[in-house]
């Protein structure tokens, strides 16, 4: 099947699934937590097979983490499921009713996107959530994750069709793309696919951009950062900045800057490099951390660099006006912390932090859809336009205009005959 048959049955999946009630949805996602587990043989023996190859070709130790597929993640994304599931229906929802004239009601409806398509990396439980939350929000998805899980994305993708499909709707809601000519094809597609949305480097995120007339919503890269005051709670700090670090080396959350103040330097990185080594994570510094602490030097790379990896650049800064300044010029605005205790610095750091998550004494690892309660997310957008931050259900929505009259006509609003009346009411549309 080529890609302009694939995106006209999504098309037609969305027709009909965006018609569908939040009951029937609801269902489907339900069924598709045990069918996972059901097909867990299947898609185990996938990843298997997914994994010894991608070993073979030297893939990285951290990125081979996020491409296994076993026991705790099925878990992980079966919970999701279930939580998806017991979320409000996020379509059909009045944002206002606005009365124009008499009779006449003009609602705003929150409603599907229609087809979206989504590349993501080689991470197998991505494609469950992803379908997941297109399927609840009634979108139809078009999924390509990377080549080192099609075994295991297979395998995936046949759970979820075959959960439609016994649910009573339409499996091609949910279609997996296998090649790079797949996705090349789908950027040609603007009759038929409504949003791309790109989950990897800045770099691939551009080129999407570059090469569709398809709006795009891009989630780049996670150069997260963390900024220890001099007014930080040491032994707090220490906590959330070795958590930010290495609680998960490998996911777009995990901290790749860390940022001291000068007058906290001195008591808090002789410890945490201990931490640090404690954990096997490489650290490179600027000269004035050099000082303190036995590091590699850091190059002017490492301040733009998303590592992925047991990596950590750490900078000394003179203020926490350099540190917000440090942020914005290198970061890709997708969440960054302060620790301290001083309220004001607080309060500066998150006005002026211009990212998608700004945190005060937290590890950024929080920074998810399923966290946030929002069921999953199709990922973390670091842009602002539509959606920002965790991307979950209220980002697959737009919405539109329902004007619902008694016979009302323009000439009797310019003859005078009737007035308007522009009130805003507290009612929910009827259909």
């Known amino acids: 099947m080529n890609m302009n048959e694939m995106a006209v049955l999504a098309r037609e999946a969305f027709y009909s699934l965006s018609a569908e009630s939040d009951e029937r949805r609801n269902q489907a996602l339900l069924r598709m937590a045990d069918i996972l587990e059901e097909d867990a043989d299947v898609i185990f023996s996938a990843n298997v097979e997914d994994l010894a190859a991608a070993k073979k070709e030297g893939l990285a130790v951290p990125l081979l983490q996020r491409l296994k597929f076993d026991e705790a993640k099925l878990a992980q994304v079966q919970a999701g499921l279930r939580s998806l599931a017991s979320l409000p229906d996020p379509i059909g929802h009045t944002v206002f009713c606005h009365e124009i004239t008499e009779g006449l009601k003009l609602y705003r409806v929150t409603c599907p996107i229609g087809v979206v398509g989504v590349i993501f990396e080689s991470r197998p439980d991505a494609l469950v959530q992803i379908a997941s939350l297109t399927i609840k929000s009634g979108n139809a998805a078009l999924l390509k994750g990377g080549r080192e899980a099609l075994r295991t994305n297979t395998a995936l993708a046949g759970s979820v069709r075959r959960a439609l499909e016994e649910t009573g709707l339409p499996a091609n809601a949910a279609q997996l793309m296998e090649t790079r000519e797949d996705v090349a094809a789908m950027l040609k597609e603007d009759r038929l696919v409504d949003l791309i949305i790109p ?57 790749e800057t860390l940022l001291v103040h000068a007058g906290i330097a001195e008591a808090f990185l002789p410890r945490f490099a201990e931490m640090l080594r404690e954990k096997k994570v490489e650290i490179r510094g600027d000269e004035r951390t050099r000082r303190l602490i036995a590091c590699e030097p850091a190059s002017a790379s490492d301040w733009s660099t ?64 399923f966290v946030y309660g929002l069921g999953a997310e199709v990922g973390i957008a670091t842009g602002k336009i539509h959606a920002r931050g965790p991307m979950g259900l209220d980002g697959l929505t737009t919405y539109k205009y329902k004007l619902l009259g008694e016979g009302q006509t323009m000439g009797e609003m310019k003859s005078g005959l009737r007035q308007y009346t522009h009130r805003i009411l507290p009612e929910s549309c009827p259909l």
């Open 306 to 369: 998303e590592y992925l990896d047991a990596i950590l650049s750490i900078r000394v800064v003179d203020s926490l006006e350099q540190a917000v300044e440090h942020i914005n010029f290198y970061g890709s605005h997708h969440t960054d912390c302060i620790l301290t205790e001083n309220e004001g610095a607080a309060r500066y750091f998150m006005d002026r932090v211009d990212s998608a998550g700004v945190y005060l004494n937290v590890s950024t690892r929080f920074a998810d859809g």
């Open 199 to 255: 989950r990897g480097s800045n770099a691939f995120v551009r080129y999407i951009m570059d090469n569709s007339r398809i709006p795009v919503l891009g989630h780049a890269d996670g150069i997260c950062h963390v900024y220890v005051d001099k007014d930080a709670d040491l032994e707090k700090a220490w906590k959330v900045a070795l958590d930010s670090k290495t609680q998960n080396l490998s996911v777009c959350n995990a901290a």
